[in-house]
C-alpha cells in the first residue's frame, strides 16, 4: 500500500512510495501531526541517483520490522535534496556542526518545532565498523524523547542558536584586487597533485569552478603555473575512469586520488561544468583533447539527459542490474578481459584490455575493471580505437541501464544551457546551440512566472511547487546570457534581467551580502547562506559574476555596485579555502579585467559579421560579454552596448570597451583579436 508519497512528482520520493515507513512529505502537515501525537520527526534526505540512499532503503527503510518501530515513535518525512535545497542546508550545516563530517543519506530527528537534535548519515542494519546499527539508534532517540524530553529540546534550542550565530557579516564590502587571486594561486599550487592532477586526496572531486578561475588568471596575468594546473588536471581526468571512455559523460568523483574508479552516478551539473571547462582549456591552448571531451561530454548531456520538454534530466543512477538480477554499483560501465573478447574477438579483445588498462585481477570489484586511458599517447591506429569503442558502446547499450532522474532543476538546466550554447559557438554545432535554446525556452516558459519568481523544478511539463532559490535565478541567467552572446536575440538578455531584478529585491541585504532563499520564502529554523562553491557554484559567487555581465551589457552601475559588493566575500575566503570559491575567484578576475565589453554590429548575412562575433566569443579575457546586432535594428536598440554602433565604412565593426575607455572600432579580425589579447 503506497504512502503519502504517491501523489508526489519527485522521482526520489516516489522511490520511497511503497516503502512501509509511513513517510511523509516535508509540510507543515507533518509537523502538525508530530506534535498531536507527542513524538519526533525523522527527518531522512537523499536523492535519486545516490548510491547509499539506495542502500539504506533497502536494508532499513523496506524492512517491516524497522517501519513499524519508526512509525510507532516518530512521524517520518522523506525530502529530496535537489528538490528541496534550503532544507538540505539548514539541516546540512548541523549535521556537520555537530560531527563534522555530513553527506547523504542525511538522518536528522528533529522536535516537533523543527529543530534539530541528534544527527546522522547512514545508518546500517546491525552495527559495524563502530557505527551503531540504525535500530539501535532508533530506540536510543525514543528513549531519550519519552525520558529526558526537557532535556533534548534544550540541545535542540542551543543548536539552533548556535546555527543563528552563524550568519555572515558585512562589514563595508569591498571587491578583491589582484592580490587576493594571486594569493589564491599560491594557495592551490601548494594543494596540487602534481602526479595525478586535481588538489587533494580521495576521494577526489572535479575542481570545476577552481579551474575556471586558473584559466582566467592566466588569461590576465599571463601565468604559466596557472595554465600547467588547468592542462594536468585536464588531462588527467579525461584519460581516467571518472570519464566514461566509451559514451563520453563525467562520473560524480573518483574514490581514488588517481581518477581511477568512479563513484558511477552521472550528474547533470557536473558535466554542465565540465563541458565548459573543457571548451574554455581548448580556447585556450587549442588542445585537440579538451575539444573532444567538451563535444563528447556536450553529445552525452543531449543524447542521455535530454527530455521530450526540452530541458535536460538531473542523472543518472550509479546502480542498474547486473545481468543476474542483482542492483549493483557501476555494473552499466566496468568489464572483465573475457567480456571484451566476447565482444570484439580474441585480438581486438586483448589490444582494447591493453588499451582501456582492463585487467585480470581488475581495478574495481569481482575482477571488473573501470575503462581509463593511463599509458600517456593515444594509439597509432585510431580507426581500431573508433571501431573497439563503437562496437563496445554498442554491446553496453544491450545492458540494463541505469535509472534516470528525469526532474528538471533550473539551475543546473541553466549551466547546461551555458555549455552548449558557447561549446555549440567554439566548434561549429549548430545543434548544441539548439539544444541550448530549447532549454532556455522551457526555463522561461514554464519555470519563470509573470512576477520574475522561478520554479526550483519540473517534470513532465508540470512546474514543480518548490521555490527557486538564489542558485536557480543566478545559474540560469548565467545561462541566458552566455545564450545572448552566442545568438544575439535579446530576449534572452531581458530575461536575465528579470531574474537578476529579483534577486536584488529579495535575495540581497542592505549590505550587499546574499541569501540563499527569498526574503519571503518559508521559514525554515534559520535563513540559509552559505558563499562557499561545493559541487556547484554557490548561489552567491554566480549571482556575482551574472550580475557583473549583465552590467557590462546595460550600463547599470545598481547591477555592478551590487556585484562588487557580493564580491566582498571573495577578499575574505579566498587567501584561505581557494578551492571552495573557485567560482568567486573567477568573477573577481572579470571583475580586475574590466570585464571587456565587446559589440560587433553588422548584418547578420554578411560572413563578415560571422567572422567578428567569432573572434569576439574566441577571446579568453575573463568574463567578456559580447554583443551582436544589426545597426538600428531594434533588437540592438534594445541593448545599450549596441546603441550609437555604426558601421565604419559600411564594414561589419566590433567595438571593445574597458573601465568606461573604448578602443578604435575596427572590422578587421586580427587587429580585434589582438585588442583582446591586450
Given at each position: 500500500m503506497a504512502n503519502r508519497l504517491a501523489d508526489e512528482t519527485s522521482p526520489y520520493l516516489l522511490q520511497h512510495a511503497d516503502n512501509p515507513v509511513d513517510w511523509w512529505p516535508w509540510s507543515e502537515a507533518?509537523?502538525?501531526?508530530?506534535?498531536?501525537?507527542?513524538v519526533p520527526v525523522l527527518l531522512s534526505v537523499g536523492?535519486?541517483?545516490?548510491?547509499?540512499?539506495?542502500?539504506?532503503?533497502?536494508?532499513?527503510?523496506?524492512?517491516e520490522a524497522t517501519a513499524g518501530y519508526v512509525n510507532s515513535h516518530f512521524v517520518p518525512v522523506k525530502v529530496d535534496r535537489e528538490e528541496r535545497p534550503d532544507v538540505d542546508a539548514v539541516?546540512?550545516?548541523?549535521?556537520?556542526?555537530?560531527?563534522?563530517?555530513?553527506?547523504?543519506?542525511?538522518t536528522v530527528f528533529l522536535t516537533p518545532a523543527a529543530e534539530p537534535f541528534y544527527f546522522g548519515t547512514y545508518f546500517p542494519p546491525a552495527p559495524r565498523h563502530g557505527m551503531p546499527s540504525f535500530r539501535q539508534v532508533l530506540e536510543g532517540v525514543a528513549t531519550a524523547w519519552s525520558d529526558r524530553r526537557e532535556e533534548v529540546t534544550d540541545v535542540a534550542g542551543r543548536i539552533v542558536r548556535d546555527l543563528a550565530a552563524r550568519s555572515i557579516r558585512y562589514d563595508q564590502p569591498q571587491p578583491p584586487g589582484p592580490e587576493e587571486p594571486a594569493t589564491a594561486l599560491l594557495e592551490l599550487t601548494r594543494e596540487f597533485d602534481a602526479e595525478r592532477g586535481g588538489f587533494g586526496g580521495a576521494p577526489k572531486f572535479p575542481p570545476s569552478m577552481a579551474l575556471e578561475f586558473l584559466l582566467?588568471?592566466?588569461?590576465?596575468?599571463?601565468?604559466?603555473?596557472?595554465l600547467e594546473m588547468v592542462q594536468r588536471t585536464c588531462e588527467a581526468m579525461a584519460r581516467g575512469g571518472i570519464y566514461d571512455q566509451l559514451g563520453g559523460g563525467f562520473a560524480r568523483y573518483s574514490v581514488d586520488a588517481g581518477w581511477v574508479v568512479p563513484h558511477f552516478e552521472?550528474?547533470?551539473?557536473?558535466?554542465?561544468?565540465?563541458?565548459?571547462?573543457?571548451?574554455?582549456?581548448?580556447?585556450?591552448?587549442?588542445?585537440?583533447?579538451?575539444?573532444?571531451?567538451?563535444?563528447?561530454?556536450?553529445?552525452?548531456?543531449?543524447?542521455?539527459?535530454?527530455?521530450?520538454?526540452?530541458?535536460?534530466?538531473?542523472?543518472?543512477?550509479?546502480?542498474?542490474?547486473?545481468?543476474?538480477?542483482?542492483?549493483?554499483?557501476?555494473?552499466?560501465?566496468?568489464?572483465?578481459?573475457?567480456?571484451?573478447?566476447?565482444?570484439?574477438?580474441?585480438?581486438?579483445g586483448q589490444w582494447a584490455a591493453a588499451y582501456f588498462g582492463v585487467t585480470d585481477e581488475g581495478t574495481f570489484e569481482e575482477g571488473a575493471s573501470v575503462l581509463q586511458l593511463r599509458d600517456g599517447a593515444q594509439p597509432s591506429d585510431d580507426s581500431r580505437a573508433a571501431s573497439v569503442r563503437e562496437r563496445l558502446l554498442s554491446a553496453r547499450g544491450r545492458r540494463p541501464r541505469p535509472e534516470r532522474d528525469d526532474k528538471v532543476v533550473a539551475a543546473w538546466n541553466g549551466l547546461a544551457v551555458a555549455a552548449l550554447a558557447e561549446t555549440g559557438a567554439y566548434f561549429d554545432r549548430?545543434?548544441?546551440?539548439?539544444?541550448?535554446?530549447?532549454?532556455?525556452?522551457?526555463?522561461?516558459?514554464?519555470?519563470?512566472?509573470?512576477?520574475g519568481r522561478i520554479a526550483r523544478t519540473s517534470r513532465d511539463g508540470t512546474a514543480g511547487s518548490g521555490a527557486g532559490?538564489?542558485?536557480?535565478?543566478?545559474?540560469?541567467?548565467?545561462?541566458?546570457?552566455?545564450l545572448y552572446s552566442v545568438t544575439g536575440e535579446a530576449a534572452w538578455l531581458d530575461s536575465a534581467g528579470v531574474l537578476l531584478e529579483t534577486v536584488l529585491d529579495h535575495f540581497t541585504d542592505a549590505d550587499g551580502a546574499l541569501y540563499d532563499t527569498a526574503d519571503d520564502a518559508e521559514a525554515l529554523i534559520r535563513r540559509p547562506q552559505d558563499p562557499t562553491d561545493s559541487s556547484t557554484p554557490s548561489g552567491w559567487t554566480a549571482a556575482a559574476q551574472a550580475l557583473l555581465s549583465y552590467a557590462a551589457y546595460t550600463g547599470s552601475s545598481r547591477h555592478r555596485d551590487a556585484a562588487e559588493r557580493a564580491l566582498g566575500i571573495v577578499r575574505a575566503l579566498a587567501p584561505r579555502a581557494p578551492r571552495f570559491i573557485g567560482w568567486g575567484l573567477a568573477a573577481a578576475e572579470a571583475a580586475l579585467d574590466g570585464p571587456r565589453e565587446i559589440a560587433v554590429v553588422g548584418p547578420h548575412t554578411d560572413p563578415g559579421t560571422?567572422?567578428?562575433?567569432?573572434?569576439?566569443?574566441?577571446?579568453?579575457?575573463?568574463?567578456?560579454?559580447?554583443?551582436?546586432?544589426?545597426?538600428?535594428?531594434?533588437?540592438?536598440?534594445?541593448?545599450?552596448?549596441?546603441?550609437?554602433?555604426p558601421l565604419l565604412d559600411g564594414n561589419p565593426t566590433a567595438y571593445v570597451c574597458r573601465n568606461f575607455t573604448c578602443d578604435a572600432p575596427t572590422a578587421d579580425p586580427e587587429v580585434l583579436e589582438q585588442s583582446l589579447r591586450n
Open positions: 507533518a509537523f502538525d501531526e508530530a506534535r498531536t501525537r507527542g536523492y535519486a541517483s545516490c548510491h547509499w540512499c539506495h542502500v539504506m532503503a533497502h536494508e532499513s527503510f523496506e524492512d539541516y546540512m550545516e548541523a549535521v556537520q556542526a555537530a560531527t563534522g563530517q555530513g553527506g547523504w543519506p542525511m582566467r588568471h592566466h588569461a590576465r596575468t599571463g601565468s604559466d603555473g596557472a552521472k550528474m547533470l551539473y557536473d558535466n554542465a561544468l565540465l563541458c565548459r571547462v573543457y571548451a574554455h582549456a581548448w580556447r585556450s591552448t587549442g588542445s585537440a583533447m579538451a575539444r573532444r571531451v567538451a563535444l563528447e561530454t556536450a553529445d552525452f548531456m543531449v543524447r542521455e539527459l535530454g527530455t521530450p520538454q526540452g530541458g535536460f534530466a538531473s542523472a543518472l543512477d550509479a546502480d542498474s542490474d547486473d545481468g543476474d538480477g542483482r542492483h549493483r554499483e557501476g555494473a552499466y560501465y566496468v568489464w572483465t578481459p573475457a567480456q571484451l573478447t566476447d565482444v570484439l574477438g580474441e585480438e581486438d549548430p545543434d548544441l546551440i539548439e539544444a541550448a535554446s530549447a532549454a532556455a525556452h522551457l526555463l522561461t516558459r514554464l519555470h519563470l512566472n509573470g512576477d532559490v538564489l542558485e536557480d535565478y543566478a545559474d540560469v541567467a548565467e545561462g541566458l546570457l552566455s560571422g567572422t567578428l562575433h567569432r573572434t569576439a566569443l574566441l577571446a579568453t579575457a575573463p568574463g567578456a560579454v559580447v554583443a551582436l546586432g544589426e545597426p538600428g535594428s531594434p533588437a540592438a536598440l534594445d541593448v545599450p552596448l549596441l546603441r550609437d554602433r
